[in-house]
């Protein structure tokens, strides 16, 4: 790796970090930053939408009803990483079955991670 290309990772991590503490504060836009700054590919913007609303509802409702990740992927069967990985907008075509499970566990409709609905 030449220095350039380290100096431009080691950018693109820094920028990752400031989106994902913006992200700790509420900011709406820092997933699209931290999607930018990762180089993140998403297939299209429908996908990019979902990947978006799942991610905020998810670290909306884990942070309302004060539950640990290890909590909802036990009850879930969906790994930690998996529901790390949603959380931080890092899955760009979110698993159907994935976002049946969390509806279930925090006993809201699917569309409310959709952002079709408030409940």
């Known amino acids: 790796m030449t ?3 380290r100096k431009e990772m080691e950018i693109r991590r820094q920028k990752r970090i400031d989106a994902l503490r913006r992200m700790e504060a509420g900011d709406e836009t820092a997933l699209e930053d931290y999607l930018g700054a990762a180089k993140r590919k ?3 913007d429908s996908d990019y939408k979902i990947a978006m609303n799942v991610s905020r509802q998810l670290r909306k409702l884990k ?3 004060s539950v640990f990740i290890k909590d909802i992927a036990s009850s879930t069967n969906i790994s930690k990483r998996t529901i790390n990985r949603l959380m931080n907008g890092q899955i760009n075509k979110p698993v159907f079955s994935n976002i049946v499970a969390l509806a279930d566990y925090f006993e809201v409709s ?3 991670f959709r ?3 408030d409940d």
């Open 115 to 117: 952002g079709k609905s």
């Open 3 to 5: 220095p350039k290309e």
């Open 110 to 112: 699917t569309d409310y």
């Open 63 to 65: 942070s309302e009803r």
């Open 42 to 44: 998403v297939n299209t």
